[in-house]
């Protein structure tokens, strides 16, 4: 008997029935370009349209996708006229090679790193918005002094997940929830008591419902980066905690104010079984992210708070 999670040997017969290809042992160095022209026909699925936008010729878009295509071992197009149209494999590689050129492009201007194997990263605009995130470990939640951040994950693993689970109905109000469209990912419940509801007030807050995340300074690449905490989450349907030092006004057209909190991401379902992103923010209790002081933290309102009775 083969014991739990060890695969048996493959036959002879089967080894010849797997897919061989030779791993490429050095990257090409047009491969930056030849991922720039790939994302972009894919986007465009049209030749003319694509070379115009890279500033470059048919015969160069051409070359980096054979030559891709080449290194890949298959083919990331097939025409259909005159026209593109992914393939499976393409459409599997293609979210991939846009993650790799916005963060090629963040972290050439000093704006991501890793700190213990854990994404930072930062943004600052010329009026002096900033923003600065970084994950952390699990662990904080059971040290930290949260006891939301505690129950939440504490309900959530109980509740396996659903939504409207009874285990998770004692922090329900304290919890925002998203749902991943083709427009991105859209609010579609605001908790009354959550922190977001606490900072723009109740009224405020229910205006966000059916919208989605909000647009940040900092171009494509900077959202591309804000979003992969949620689609992490959405891939692995289990947990996140990121910390955010920020500055946001309190109300429209208001200055902005400084902003420290923690942020619990939580892969659900809802009744439908379709996936649940269930978000909860607590305010920090002391700045973890490599760098920043606790200048943040300390000129925050002290009423910017979740009241929550464990």
Wanted: with cysteine.
């Amino acid at each position: 008997m083969t014991p739990m999670n060890v695969r048996s040997p493959l036959t002879q017969d089967q080894a010849d029935s797997v897919p061989q290809k030779a791993a490429v042992s050095t990257p090409p160095a047009l491969l930056y370009e030849m991922i720039r022209s790939f994302t972009t026909l894919a986007r465009t699925l049209n030749l003319s349209h694509a070379v115009t936008e890279l500033s470059s010729t048919r015969q160069t878009v051409r070359r980096h996708i054979s030559l891709l295509e080449e290194a890949i071992g298959d083919k990331l197009f097939d025409m259909e006229g005159r026209n593109y149209r992914l393939t499976e494999l393409g459409v599997e590689m293609l979210p991939e090679a846009q993650d790799l050129l916005a963060r090629g492009r963040i972290w050439l201007s000093g704006q991501a790193s890793h700190v213990g194997n854990l994404l930072r990263f930062s943004h600052h605009e010329q009026n002096g918005w900033h923003y600065h995130q970084q994950q952390q470990p699990l662990d904080h939640i059971w040290g930290a002094r949260s006891a939301l951040l505690r129950d939440t994950i504490t309900g959530w693993s109980r509740a396996q997940g659903h939504l409207e689970a009874d285990e998770l109905q004692a922090v329900r109000p304290y919890v925002l929830v998203y749902r991943h469209t083709e427009n991105g990912w859209i609010c579609v419940e605001i908790g009354e008591k959550s922190f977001y509801s606490g900072w723009w007030g109740w009224k405020h807050a229910r205006s966000s419902i059916g919208r989605n995340l909000g647009k940040f300074p900092g171009g494509p690449e900077f959202e591309s980066l804000l979003n992969q905490s949620f689609e992490d989450v959405m891939s692995t349907g289990g947990l996140r905690l990121d910390e955010v030092v920020t500055q946001f006004p309190r109300e429209t057209g208001g200055a902005p104010v400084p902003l420290a909190y923690q942020r619990l991401l939580l892969g659900g379902r809802f009744p439908d079984n379709s996936f649940a992103l269930i978000t909860v923010v607590d305010r920090s209790e002391k700045v973890r992210i490599r760098g920043l002081d606790q200048s943040g933290l300390e000129q925050m309102p002290a009423d910017a708070k979740v009241d929550y009775q464990g």
